[in-house]
């Protein structure tokens, strides 16, 4: 989580979005992804989110489809 914040930061800042943090949910959907990218699938995720987020908090539906929950059938 505090690698995820780093880059939320420097990501916001860099496109001056007043993006602040992730909801539970998206940290804990970071949390259970095994991340087979490292630290770079991270960050590019983490940027992704901060460009698409559409308040102060990154919400699920900000995520790329992969991380993402499967909707319920």
């Known amino acids: 989580p505090e690698l995820a914040h780093h880059f939320l930061y420097r990501f916001a800042e860099e496109a001056d979005r007043d993006v602040r943090g992730f ?32 308040g102060r908090l990154v919400l699920p539906e900000s995520l790329p489809p992969e991380l993402r929950p499967a909707p319920p059938t």
Not at 25 to 54: C, D, H, I, S, T
């Open 23 to 54: 909801s539970p949910e998206v940290l804990a959907l970071f949390q259970a992804y095994p991340w087979p990218g490292n630290v770079r699938e991270l960050r590019g995720v983490v940027k992704e989110a901060a460009l698409r987020a559409n």
